[in-house]
């Protein structure tokens, strides 16, 4: 291929604004131990500048994107915490445009507030202020504003201690401060309380041996129903979560071979006083270590049982999947250059890529609505969907036996975009999504419409692709041992010539750039010609595609100013026209040779892309990166995907999560590798009269295991 479709104009001010993120973070005042309760949940507002700044903007968790007012006074922006909470402290990241003059209110209800905070000298920045009080609505009310703008604001953070409603799943951290014992230690200042004490910057670590435990008293016996473990560097591969009613006899509620280290949120049912990690396989030859263990506690807590994904929400008992690959119809669909063939079908797919929109002509109005035809009548039990940013915040699920007399099984008015889950108790051949309120001023939109239950005619989906084995086993590897002067391998590699995307200048060459030096290592040169820049690209496509396992290369990248080399994944659809970004990229690495101490990894999906993709960087302050091999990662499974540099896990990606707060997980299909060595282009700009060539990206290998 000829293109490189993975940037978008955007991402010229990301190292811009890395800087400005990591100023903000230092300026961030200590607030009190809570747990974050706002994000991902129902926001609204007095008024919204654009459609491009909705409320729920302010509690997505990405500093990216934000809530901004009309230019008026007063304003307030509001969000449901789904349960009476009891508050310590909230955060407002303000934009320019900030109050001077605002309270923070609660409410039992939404309609009588009552304050907790008020200033009239608010400063701007990022404000942390502590609040006492307690509501199910917490509200940001202003009353003067900072410049003759609105009010806008990054992130609208509320943290403090959450209930439970209906027996659910409590986001407070049962083990906070409690008793915890361990196997063993690995010196006296790493303790088995350490991983309890509500902070990150001291752990529990092991003796370097198999099985090893951590566990915690939580006082009485309680239901469990989720455990986050945010591990050090040393974690455990295959662990079990165990729970205990006298800390002798214990059962297991969640058992994984895959561990991904990083931060790993699992969902589990049991019950019990003690909950402890039992390891028995570590990741790395030290012992185990645990920044922080967490226990949630609600639900039904009726025993036992193996884990799931990180907490994507089954199908209810012997519930089948029935509307895949059904007739569907709706209000109307979009079929234009921004959503080419956006129709109804797209929302029955089962392809997390594709999506149904209503038309940008006809269908930007309310209701709006997708029905599904089952081809026989079902007992329906649960419905999933899963939003594109235009979604309903009012919204019902009706059934019908005939497709004309609708009956409601499930309505909202506080839908809240992303993935929702909807446990539901219908009958009918037909279903349908029954829009009355949009979230801003376009359509609706749905990537997937899942309808779950008995009966029907369902079609089966394609089978999911198998996780990798355990233990993997090595299924591509090339160490570049070629004699000087050599291409690459051909039954692994394809040249890739032509031009680069993303404002890159160089032109890349039918392998007079990509070379093996003798010594063991590929050789993708940059240079510098009286005509301009040439270098080099390669690719797997057609040799070697694959979908999930451990993928690693050992790379000395380039590191002059204009300088982009880069080690990445294309989904292997795109040979076969499925455009980017619906065929997905993994970027494993990415170097910018005016940013010498990071390297970036980074998601894009259609819902996130180009500035906007899921991503971190890694930095390892006054290096550069360019002066030395280094090894970069990635673990990737059906749950989970865990980046690494050296061996050092920085930024693990949970499926659940991601659907949660940024749009579909895409990435179950194969994949192909790409190495190239790009020059110029809008992130890292153009070579200057500090830049030099030759630039040389050394490639000691390839290696790929499942």
Request: glycine fraction near 12%; include cysteine; proline fraction near 5%.
């Amino acid at each position: 291929m000829s293109r490189r479709f993975s940037r978008s104009l955007v991402l010229a001010c990301v190292a811009a604004l890395v800087a400005a993120f990591a100023l903000v973070i230092n300026q961030t005042p200590a607030r009190a131990a809570g747990t974050l309760l706002s994000q991902g949940k129902p926001a609204s507002a007095s008024s919204t500048e654009n459609a491009g700044t909705p409320a729920s903007a302010a509690v997505d968790g990405d500093n990216g994107t934000r809530w901004s007012s009309a230019a008026a006074d007063p304003q307030w922006l509001q969000v449901d915490l789904g349960a009476t909470a009891t508050l310590d402290s909230v955060t407002l990241r303000w934009e320019t445009a900030y109050a001077t003059a605002y309270q923070i209110q609660t409410s039992a209800d939404g309609t009588t507030w009552t304050s907790a905070y008020a200033t009239t000298t608010g400063k701007g920045g990022t404000e942390t202020v502590a609040v006492n009080g307690s509501g199910r609505y917490v509200r940001l009310s202003t009353t003067r504003r900072a410049t003759q703008y609105g009010v806008s604001l990054w992130e609208f953070q509320v943290y403090g201690t959450a209930g439970s409603p209906n027996g659910a799943c409590s986001t407070t951290n049962a083990a906070l401060h409690k008793t915890a014992t361990a196997s063993s230690t690995e010196n006296a200042g790493t303790p088995a309380s350490a991983a309890v004490d509500g902070d990150n910057g001291t752990r529990w670590s092991s003796a370097a041996a198999d099985p090893q435990w951590l566990q915690v008293d939580l006082g009485s016996s309680q239901p469990i129903c989720g455990v986050q473990l945010t591990w050090e560097t040393a974690y455990a591969k295959a662990y079990q979560i165990q729970v205990s009613t006298d800390g002798t006899t214990w059962t297991s509620a969640y058992a994984t071979t895959t561990g991904a280290g990083a931060t790993e949120l699992v969902t589990l049912s049991g019950t019990g006083r003690y909950v402890r990690m039992y390891g028995t396989t570590r990741a790395t030859q030290y012992g185990y270590s645990l920044w922080e263990f967490q226990v949630f506690t609600g639900g039904s807590g009726n025993g036992g049982g193996t884990g799931g994904d990180g907490g994507t929400t089954p199908p209810p008992g012997d519930s089948t999947l029935l509307s895949y690959g059904k007739p569907a119809t709706a209000s109307s669909y979009q079929d234009d250059a921004n959503c080419g063939g956006c129709t109804p079908a797209k929302a029955f797919d089962h392809d997390p890529a594709t999506r149904w929109a209503t038309s940008d002509v006809t269908g930007w109005v309310d209701p709006g609505w997708i029905q599904v035809d089952l081809g026989a009548t079902a007992h329906i039990t649960q419905v999933v969907l899963q939003w594109d940013p235009a979604y309903a915040t009012s919204y019902q699920i009706q059934t019908s036996a005939n497709g004309t007399t609708w009956t409601s099984v499930y309505s909202t008015t506080s839908g809240k975009g992303f993935k929702e889950t909807l446990s539901v108790d219908g009958t009918g051949r037909y279903v349908r999504m029954y829009g009355t309120a949009r979230s801003n001023g376009y359509g609706y939109s749905l990537y997937d419409f899942d309808v779950y239950g008995t009966g029907g005619a369902p079609t089966a989906p394609p089978a999911a692709p198998p996780n990798p084995g355990n233990p993997e086993k090595t299924v591509f590897d090339d160490e570049f041992n070629g004699p000087a002067g050599s291409e690459p391998d051909s039954s692994k590699w394809s040249q890739d010539p032509g031009n680069g995307q993303n404002g890159e200048l160089e032109t890349y060459t039918d392998g007079g750039n990509t070379k093996m030096d003798g010594n063991g290592d590929l050789v993708i040169e940059a240079d510098k010609t009286s005509t301009g820049y040439t270098s080099g690209r390669i690719n797997t496509a057609g040799h070697f595609d694959f979908t999930y396992g451990h993928v690693e290369a050992r790379i000395k990248v380039s590191g002059t100013q204009g300088l982009w080399p880069a080690f990445w994944l294309l989904g292997s659809n795109f040979t076969t026209g499925t455009p980017w970004p619906q065929c997905g990229e993994i970027d494993i690495m990415e170097h910018v040779g005016k940013v010498p101490d990071a390297v970036y990894s980074t998601l894009h999906a259609p819902a996130y892309n180009g500035g906007n993709g899921d991503g971190s960087p890694y930095t390892v302050a006054g290096s550069d990166f360019s002066s030395a091999f280094h090894t970069y990662a990635l673990d990737w499974d059906s749950g989970h995907m865990t980046f690494s540099v050296d061996g050092n896990a920085f930024f693990t990606v949970d499926k659940a999560n991601l659907e949660q707060t940024r749009g579909p997980w895409i990435y179950d299909h194969p994949f192909y590798i790409i190495l190239n060595n790009a020059v110029g282009g809008d992130w890292p700009g153009a070579p200057d009269a500090t830049s030099v060539f030759p630039q040389k990206m050394l490639v000691d290998y390839v290696r790929v295991a499942q």
